[in-house]
């Protein structure tokens, strides 16, 4: 966009980084995440009830991409008649096949998330943007840039890993049906369920960037070098789990990285738990069982993995 500016907190450093994660954090807290969920049930639910009857869909599409976009519109307290354009958003951003249309949906949603912004400064109403847009930090208002770069990383942040490992997960299901119908019989395992399969399909790529000269296992890096650093590949250690690759719902100690370590660790992982786990919730205790379609084609790609097509289907 030809703009300089961080997306906070994942691009600063300790001690800024600390201040803004103290300030974020009570937003995405497990009290938070309780409020929100009886409408994040209610979005599931609709968009389930949209294709139970059809007998069946491609799944990223129908629910695994716009299901965490409803989340973040009732994050931010966005009325329902934007959910269109936000898909469209959504998609352009992250999956548009040509640069032109993700830089137009990019441009989009910054001036979009900055009226909201602007809206919120004259007139707060005590939802997540005006939280924002009134905090101080070290005694002062955050910048327009700090507001910018916090909404835009909720919005990028929390869509494409949960649509990426609903992808995964319900890929997953749909090829082993004995772990299927035994989830069906015991939903109580779901939510341990989750953590393996979080484990087995560690979906983020992180990058840093070096600040000083370094020599890595033979390798050197300059300062300014940017660096992608796999750290999730840690939840598919063979000396940490046996057996990495199967998914194993008896598995105990599950300590994966999905959600990365250390001081940038996951801001959102309690709201993305309870997104999957309302939404394996809901389709195991609501569905028939779902299989893949003969003959269609699963494509997943790189970078941040996930599924881009997945067709499913089950008895309507
Ligand atoms: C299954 C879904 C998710 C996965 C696998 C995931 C994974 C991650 C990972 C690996 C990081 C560390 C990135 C790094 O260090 O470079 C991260 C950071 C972050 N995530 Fe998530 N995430 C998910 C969902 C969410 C959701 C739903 C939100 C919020 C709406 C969110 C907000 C954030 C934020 C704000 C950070 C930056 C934290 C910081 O820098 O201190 N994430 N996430």
């Known amino acids: 966009m030809g703009e300089q500016w961080d997306l906070i907190p994942l691009e600063l450093d300790p001690p800024e980084h600390g201040k803004f994660r103290q300030l974020l954090n009570p937003l995405l807290s497990p009290p938070a995440v309780a409020r929100l969920t009886p409408r994040i049930k209610e979005r599931c639910a609709a968009l389930i009830d949209r294709v139970r009857g059809v007998g069946d869909c491609e799944f990223m599409g129908a629910f695994g991409r716009a299901f965490p976009v409803g989340v973040f519109m009732e994050l931010m307290g966005l009325p329902e008649d934007l959910y269109d354009t ?51 930090i070290d005694g002062r208002k955050l910048s327009d840039d700090e507001v910018k770069g916090i909404l835009y990383l909720l919005f990028v942040g929390g869509l494409d890993t949960v649509a990426a490992s609903l992808g995964f997960f319900f890929r997953h299901l749909a090829t082993d049906l004995d772990q299927q119908r035994m989830l069906r019989s015991h939903p109580d395992r779901i939510d341990k369920a989750i953590e393996e399969l979080l484990r087995r399909f560690s979906v983020v790529t992180t990058w840093r960037q070096c600040k000083v000269d370094v020599e890595l296992a033979g390798a050197r890096l300059k300062a300014g070098d940017w660096i992608t650093c796999n750290d999730s590949l840690g939840s598919l250690d063979p000396s940490e789990f046996a057996d990495p690759m199967t998914v194993d719902l008896d598995r105990r100690n599950v300590r994966h990285l999905a959600f990365s370590f250390g001081p940038h660790f996951c801001m959102g992982s309690h709201l993305a738990r309870r997104e999957l786990s309302v939404a394996l919730h809901a389709w195991l205790t609501t569905m028939p069982e779902w299989r893949l379609k003969p003959g269609a084609p699963v494509v997943v790609h790189g970078g941040l993995f996930g599924v881009e097509h997945l067709e499913l289907e089950w008895a309507a």
Request: proline content about 4%; cysteine-free; charged content about 25%.
């Open 86 to 136: 936000f898909i469209d958003w959504e998609f352009a951003l992250l999956h548009a096949p040509d640069f032109g249309r993700k830089a137009a949906a990019a441009v989009a949603i910054r001036d979009f998330l900055r009226d909201l912004a602007n809206q919120r400064r004259a007139h707060p109403t005590g939802d997540l943007t005006s939280i924002v847009v009134h905090a101080e």
